[in-house]
Every structure is written in C-alpha cells, then in structure tokens.
C-alpha cells in the first residue's frame, strides 16, 4: 500500500512561485507514473501535470505550460511541483497520484480519478490578487 502526502501549499500572491511535494512510502516510487491534479471550489478535479518513472517525459496541462515544472527524485521518494508565475485562477487543493501501469504522460491526462492507483489528501494553494 503506497501512502503520498503532499506539502508545500500556502497563501501566496499573485506573480509569486510555491514548490509543493509529494513524498510516497509503501512502495518502489520508481515504478509509478505520477501526476499532479488540482481541485478548486466547486469545480471538478482537474490534471496539472504529470511524469514519467524515469523523468524522461512530462506532460501538462495548456494553463500551466511555461508556469509550472514537475519534477521527481526517486532516491527521495518524492515528486515536486514547481509553480512559478501563480495566478488567482491556481487556487485550488493540489493532489499528487500515483499509476502502477506503465501509461503514457499524456494518458494520466484524460484518466479518470479511479483510474489513479493511489491519491494523497491534498494541500491547499490560495493565490491573491
């Protein structure tokens, strides 16, 4: 049983940067595709990003290209999302996710959340205008 649990969020201003991260446990990290997805009030839970085992590949979503970097460290255990350039629209809880299967970047994208292997609990990003 794989356990992520993310940190890093806060209130922030626009135009600042956070990095938030996710450290698993239970498993071998390096063998999970993982993602970054975001909720915010009452909308549904959106994909931000996601990466490769190996880091090779990357893939986001159109609103975060050129803002955010996701990166990961599997002797850490630990996948990163770095946000620069945050807008009020950015608020929302990030979560990070893990997928088992060997999938695409672009396919964590387009997954539905039961799709996902394991989700961590969230931390909340408040950006102000």
């Known amino acids: 049983q794989v356990q992520l649990v993310e940190s890093g969020g806060g209130l922030v201003q626009a135009g600042a940067s956070l990095r938030l991260s996710c450290a698993a446990s239970g498993g071998t990290f390096s063998r999970y595709v993982m993602g970054w997805f975001r909720q915010a009030p009452g909308k549904e839970r959106e994909f931000v990003a996601a990466?490769?085992?190996?880091?090779?590949?990357?893939y986001y979503t159109d609103s975060v290209k050129g803002r955010f970097t996701i990166s990961r460290d599997n002797a850490k255990n630990t996948v990163y999302l770095q946000m620069n350039s945050l807008k009020p629209e950015d608020t929302a809880v990030y979560y990070c996710?893990?997928?088992?299967?060997?999938?695409?970047?672009?396919?964590?994208?387009?997954?539905?959340?039961?799709?996902?292997?394991?989700w961590g609990k969230g931390t909340l990003v408040t950006v102000s205008s």
């Open positions: 990466i490769s085992r190996s880091s090779i590949n990357t």
């Open positions: 996710a893990a997928v088992s299967r060997l999938i695409a970047t672009q396919a964590m994208a387009t997954m539905p959340p039961s799709g996902m292997d394991y």
